[in-house]
Structures are given as C-alpha cells and as structure tokens.
C-alpha cells in the first residue's frame, strides 16, 4: 500500500497533493477552497483563481522575506476569518486583492526570465561573432601551412606552386621599405600579399581582394589598423596606379 503524501504548507493551511488537486486537512479551509474554485469559474476576471495558489504565493514571500510578506498572510488569515463568518463578499474581496498581486508578481517573473533568456542569448551571439572574427586568420594560417612545400623536390612541369611565407617576412618589408610613405608601404604590402597567395597582381580572381585584405590586416595591423578604409583606399590607389586589380576590373570600368 502506497504511502500517502504529508501535509505540507503553513500551520492555517496544511494540504496535500492529490490526484484530483489539493485536499486541505481542515475540513472548513477545504470548503474555502471549493467555494472559489466555483467562483472563479463563474467570474471570467477571476479566472484561474484558487486558494493552493493563494496559499503557494504568501508561503513564497515568507519564504523570501519580501516586505509585503506579512501584509499578504494578514490579508490571507482574514479571508479565512470572513469565510468562517459567513461574510463571502468581503472574503471575495480580499481574495481578489491578493489575486491581483499574484497575477503581477507571475507577469514580472515572466519578463524577468525573458530578460534573462535575452541576455544568455546576446552573450552567445557575442561569442560566435568573436569566433568568426578570429576565423579568418586561423584559416589562413592552416592554408599556409598547406602551401609549404613537403619536400625539396624542385615543382613539376606546368604546375603552379604558391610561393611560401615566412613569419619574419613583414619584419624584412618594414625594414626594406623604411623611408617611404604609409600609402606606399601599404600597396607594397598588398602586392606582396597577392604574390604569397599566388594572385597576378593586375588579374586577381573573384574572391581574391577579400583574401588579400584579411592577409594584409593579419600581417600588417600596424599599416592597416582597425576597419576597412586603410585597405580600401590604398587598393584604390593601387588600382589608381595600375599595380593592383582584380581579373573583371575592366567590366565593372565599362569598358
């Protein structure tokens, strides 16, 4: 034979659960508790109003020290006082009250756990975008490392191999390009790009200026800094000066 449940719940309103709701262990709190059942089932804007959720609620705030703790168990205790009186409206009314209360305090856990979903979310959106802002170097360092020849074997006929680049390499163009301005250290080091990549510099494919851009800004940040416009207006120059374009440049020049 199952154990049946223990009465739970403050010392003026002991219940437990059962299969058809809540069963009150005094006999007049489960009158109480019928009697408001039909009445919110006959008052569309007390509707859902019961006392288990009632009592719920006011053991809730006791539990949480709430400053309206105790004008919530005062209101409660008087409804239980009314009921016994026999005085319904009055008892209705301070039931309304108190369900009023528990409505708000419901909708403000409803938008405070809204909150919450909104902010786990911005943060995980803010982690992808840190991830696939750091992408695109960590690709092409992969995609340098498969460009690196396996052997010393010299290339095979008619196969294009893309040159190799070192980690000293910017080192080595900041020193060779000493004295000369910013604009023109930038197109060298697009230039540059363009040959590790294996690009014509006067033909670069489709896809091809995005690849050089992210190169430039990996090896070069102190050239191209934060954004796109350092990029952008020293390969307009380039462009200017027919040192760098890409392979459909003449289709979209009209001509």
């Not at 009250?97 to 938008?111: F, G, N, S």
């Not at 000293?168 to 080091?189: H, N, V, W, Y």
Request: aromatic fraction near 4%; hydrophobic fraction near 35%; proline fraction near 6%.
């Amino acid at each position: 034979m199952e154990k049946e449940p223990q009465w739970r719940g403050h010392r003026t309103a002991e219940r437990r659960k059962t299969e058809d709701g809540f069963l009150y262990r005094d006999p007049v709190n489960q009158t109480l508790a019928i009697k408001l059942l039909l009445w919110g089932a006959a008052d569309p804007l007390s509707e859902g109003t019961n006392l288990p959720n009632i009592d719920q609620f006011v053991e809730d705030l006791e539990r949480r020290d709430a400053p309206a703790a105790k004008m919530s168990r005062d209101r409660l205790n008087r409804i239980r006082e009314l009921h016994k009186s026999g005085d319904m409206e009055t008892c209705l009314a301070h039931v309304g009250r108190l369900t009023i209360a528990m409505q708000a305090r419901e909708a403000l856990e409803a938008k405070h756990q809204e909150l919450e979903d909104e902010r786990r979310l911005s943060e995980a959106l803010e982690r992808s975008i840190s991830r696939m802002l750091v992408r695109p170097v960590a690709v092409e360092t992969a995609l340098e490392q498969l460009r690196e020849p396996q052997t010393d074997s010299p290339p095979l006929a008619g196969v294009h191999v893309t040159p190799t680049f070192s980690a000293d390499e910017p080192k080595r163009a900041a020193a060779d390009d000493a004295g000369l301005s910013k604009r023109e250290r930038q197109i060298r080091a697009i230039e540059a790009a363009a040959d590790r990549l294996g690009y014509p510099r006067l033909s670069i494919p489709k896809g091809g200026k995005k690849a050089i851009q992210e190169k430039c800004k990996a090896s070069y940040p102190d050239l191209f800094g934060v954004g796109n416009d350092p990029f952008l207006d020293a390969w307009s120059k380039g462009v200017a000066d027919a040192r760098i374009r890409t392979a459909n440049h003449d289709t979209y020049a009209g001509r």
